[in-house]
């Protein structure tokens, strides 16, 4: 059964870091890509990023790159997303999701499998 847990969601100020980790079972990370997408309220939803570990594959939304870094640890079965100089635009539900790019299609990835999510809030 595949499962995908969110954690690291809260609140911070702009300019301010968090961590997001995906714990993932029913799979490994060796052979399935995973990556993070979100959705505001009143937004559609976005593509944040997704690492295919198993060709070296990563791909990250116009809005994040330079800003996110996705990351994972197959020992772990755990993938992160890093994100760094958060702006108020970057509040959302962050949903973990299994995923698969390919840069001929557009959109470059597509995301299958999703979490529950966790609540990113940049405030003052």
């Known amino acids: 059964q595949v499962q995908l847990v969110e954690a690291g969601g809260g609140l911070v100020q702009p300019g301010g870091s968090l961590r997001l980790s995906c714990a993932v079972s029913?799979?490994?990370?060796?052979?399935?890509?995973v990556g993070w997408l979100r959705q505001a309220p009143g937004k559609e939803r976005e593509e944040v990023a997704c690492?295919?570990?198993?060709?070296?594959?990563?791909y990250y939304g116009d809005s994040v790159k330079g800003r996110f870094t996705i990351s994972g640890d197959n020992f772990k079965n755990t993938v992160y997303l890093q994100m760094n100089s958060l702006k108020s635009e970057d509040t959302a539900v962050y949903y973990c999701?299994?995923?698969?790019?390919?840069?001929?299609?557009?959109?470059?990835?597509?995301?299958?499998?999703w979490g529950q999510g966790t609540q990113v809030t940049v405030s003052s």
């Open positions: 029913g799979f490994t990370l060796d052979y399935h890509g």
């Open positions: 690492l295919d570990s198993s060709d070296g594959v990563s």
């Open positions: 999701a299994t995923c698969l790019v390919d840069f001929a299609k557009n959109p470059p990835v597509q995301y299958y499998t």
